[in-house]
C-alpha cells in the first residue's frame, strides 16, 4: 500500500483582493505555496488593483467573512493565520474575535494604505486595531506608514524604529517587526518583543517593482510559524525569502509590478 501524503501545513489568510495579482490574497496564497504550506482564505474585500493603483474597494459583510472563518477552521484547522487588509471597524472586530478563539499563532500586517498611497483602511478603523486586533497577534509587522498612522510616531532613523516598536508593543502584541524599507540605506527591519533585539538586514535591491511586499513577509513569517519555528526563526527566514522576491521583481502594466513569489523554484530550474 502506499503511504498516505504528508499534510503540509496550514496557514490561513484573512484579507483583501488584488486583481492584479500582486498583493493581498493572491500574493499570500503564492507565498505560501512556495513556502510549502497549504494555503486557505477568508476574503474581506474585493479590490479593483492593477500596478498603477486601486480604482475600487468593496468590503464584504461581516457574516461572510465569519462564516467562511468558521468554515475552514472548524473542518481544516490551521496552524497560523495571516490578516491583511481588514478596511472597517466591524471587520476589525470581527476577525479579532474570531482569532482570540482560535489558539493559532497570528500575525497581523496593519494594512493601512496600498502601494500607491490609496487608504484601505478606514479612519475609524484604527482604534479597534490598537485595542482588539493588535492585542491577538504573536507578530505585527506595520512599515513606516501604519506606524505613524498608528502611534503618531514618525520615524526616520533607527532610532526611531525603536521608539516605534516601544509604541506598538504598547498595544499588546507578543513581538513587532517594524519594517524599514521606506528610510534610505539599507533595507533594515527591527524585530523586538520589548526585551529582546534583532536588527534584520538586506542590501538595497535597485527594483522598483516591489508591489506586494508586505503581504509577502506577512505570509512568509506565518508559513514559518505554522512549521514551529520560532519567532525570531520565522522572520529571518521571511526576510531572506521577501529579498529574493524583491529582486526578482518584474514589470507588469504601466505601473509598479510585483515581486516574484516564484522566484525560488525558477532559481531551483
Same mark, same amino acid.
Given at each position: ?43 474581506? +474585500? ?20 465569519? +462564516? ?8 481544516? !484547522? ?37 502601494? =500607491? ?47 516605534? +516598536? ?5 498595544? !499588546? ?24 533585539? =534583532? ?45 529574493? +522576491?524583491?529582486?526578482? !521583481? ?6 509598479? !509590478? ?12
Amino acid at each position: 500500500m502506499t503511504a498516505p501524503a504528508p499534510i503540509p501545513p496550514r496557514v490561513l489568510t484573512v484579507a483583501g483582493s488584488d486583481s492584479g495579482g500582486g498583493a493581498g490574497i493572491q500574493a499570500d496564497l503564492k507565498t505560501m505555496l512556495a513556502l510549502g504550506a497549504h494555503g486557505m482564505s477568508v476574503l474581506t +474585500a474585493v479590490t479593483a488593483q492593477n500596478s498603477l493603483g486601486v480604482q475600487g474597494a468593496w468590503e464584504l459583510p461581516a457574516d461572510a467573512v465569519r +462564516a467562511q472563518y468558521r468554515s475552514v477552521v472548524d473542518d481544516i !484547522g490551521v496552524q497560523a493565520v495571516k490578516t491583511g487588509m481588514l478596511s472597517s471597524a466591524a471587520l476589525v472586530d470581527t476577525v479579532a474575535e474570531l482569532l482570540a478563539g482560535t489558539g493559532a499563532p497570528v500575525v497581523v500586517d496593519p494594512v493601512g494604505v496600498s502601494k =500607491h498611497g490609496d487608504p484601505l483602511l478606514a479612519a475609524e478603523a484604527l482604534d479597534s486595531v490598537r485595542t482588539k486586533l493588535l492585542p491577538v497577534a504573536t507578530v505585527a509587522t506595520p512599515n513606516l506608514d501604519e506606524v505613524a498612522q498608528l502611534t503618531g510616531v514618525t520615524v526616520t532613523d533607527e532610532p526611531g524604529m525603536r521608539r516605534a +516598536a516601544t509604541e506598538i508593543l504598547g498595544h !499588546g502584541p507578543r513581538w513587532v517587526v517594524i519594517k524599514g524599507g521606506h528610510l534610505p540605506g539599507e533595507a533594515v527591519d527591527l524585530l523586538t518583543d520589548g526585551s529582546e533585539e =534583532h536588527w534584520l538586514r538586506a542590501p538595497r535591491l535597485d527594483n522598483r517593482h516591489t508591489h506586494g511586499t508586505g503581504c509577502t513577509l506577512a505570509s512568509a513569517i506565518a508559513c514559518g510559524l505554522a512549521r514551529g519555528q520560532d519567532v525570531p526563526t520565522a522572520v529571518r527566514g521571511a526576510k531572506e525569502y521577501v529579498t529574493g +522576491a524583491i529582486r526578482a !521583481g518584474f514589470a507588469l502594466g504601466g505601473g509598479i !509590478g510585483p515581486v516574484d513569489h516564484g522566484w525560488l523554484t525558477r532559481t531551483a530550474g
